[in-house]
């Protein structure tokens, strides 16, 4: 059993910055994948940034030179440092862990990004 847990959305203007934080507890292996997926509204859930259990870290190009994907393992936090965002940014955010094949997810966070 896998749970994620998601916190740090809000509402922020244009040019802020929001810190989203997500705990994953249960039966985790050594390998994995963590990421940060958005789904805006009407829209499919796409990737974010991904960061693999030694630290390979990927971006999508919409969120390179702003988002900062981080984890800690021995607390099993991914943390996701978005800076300068845009409204375009909007949407729900979701912490995801791949391991054996699977994916599991958190149930999302709503970041609201106003112009």
């Known amino acids: 059993q896998v749970q994620l847990v998601e916190s740090g959305g809000g509402l922020v203007q244009a040019g802020g910055s929001l810190r989203l934080s997500c705990v994953v507890s249960g039966t ?13 509204p009407g829209e499919q859930r796409e990737l974010v940034a991904t960061i ?16 900062i994907i981080s984890r800690d393992n021995t607390k099993s936090t991914v943390t996701l440092q978005m800076n300068s965002l845009k409204p375009e940014d909007t949407g729900t955010y979701y912490c995801a862990l791949d391991q054996e094949s699977r994916r599991y997810w958190g149930q999302g966070t709503q970041v609201t990004v106003s112009s």
Request: hydrophobic residues 40%; glycine residues 10%; charged residues 15%.
């Open 28 to 40: 985790i292996m050594s390998l994995n994948v963590k990421g940060w997926y958005r789904q805006a």
């Open 52 to 67: 693999t259990s030694v630290g390979v870290t990927s971006y999508a190009e919409s969120a390179k030179g702003r988002f």
